[in-house]
């Protein structure tokens, strides 16, 4: 089972092999649980306003890609999410919106979104649900002190680059919406600064996907590498595998 990140892009319809492979792994660990009526899938919400529109415009798009059951976790920005609601998960899918509301809303269930990872559960984080699942989580921010890093369109309503505690799915930092963005920048700069230990940087419509073997990214954009090199950086692009096989 694996560690599904992609870097935004609505709407998925053209974006089957983004999510082909997840869809693969929960419907075997609903096959293995002996369920018949689809995969118990959690969907996290955090969103002010729209997370109820939102979450009936994910449903339809997933139902076209496999058999679930759908459970709405729906929050509004900042309200914490208990980890009972994960009960009996055959897969996890923390959206996107705000990244800093996500990681404070979803704080209280690190721990419980750690112990159903460890034990099979796969894990797809779309845009922020993607960035918070690091270690050290780059949840957003366009300066360093008053030097500019990124856009302050991408800040995340953060001025200043922020890394805080994500739910520590992976060791690398994430930051997404990579070229479309233009965050590639943001994550050099926290590079560069020490506040994390390089990480990616995914393209919409992408998906970076960690598990046993390989790692692999599919769909239309790449991966952004950023790795410490002597005092400086360096920076190098994975492409998308053209068809990844979710049987692999």
Known sequence: MSIHL????WPI????????????EIAAHAEAAGKLEGATL???LVRDGDAAERFAEIVAAFEQLGKIQPVAVLAAENAPIEPGVFVDADGIVVWGGLTPAYRTSLEPSFGELRRLVAGGVPYLGFSAGAAIAAERALVGGWKIDSVEIGAEEASEDLEQLTVAP????IDLAVDVHAAQ????????AATEAGLVDGGVAIDEHTAFIIGEGPLRVAGRGSVWKVTPDSGSVRVSTVGADAEPDPEA
């Open 6 to 9: 992609v870097g935004g892009g």
């Open 13 to 24: 319809d053209d974006d089957a092999v983004v999510y082909r492979r997840f869809f693969a």
């Open 42 to 44: 959690p969907i996290v």
């Open 166 to 169: 994500g739910i520590g799915l």
């Open 181 to 188: 963005w233009g965050t590639v920048s943001r994550l050099i």
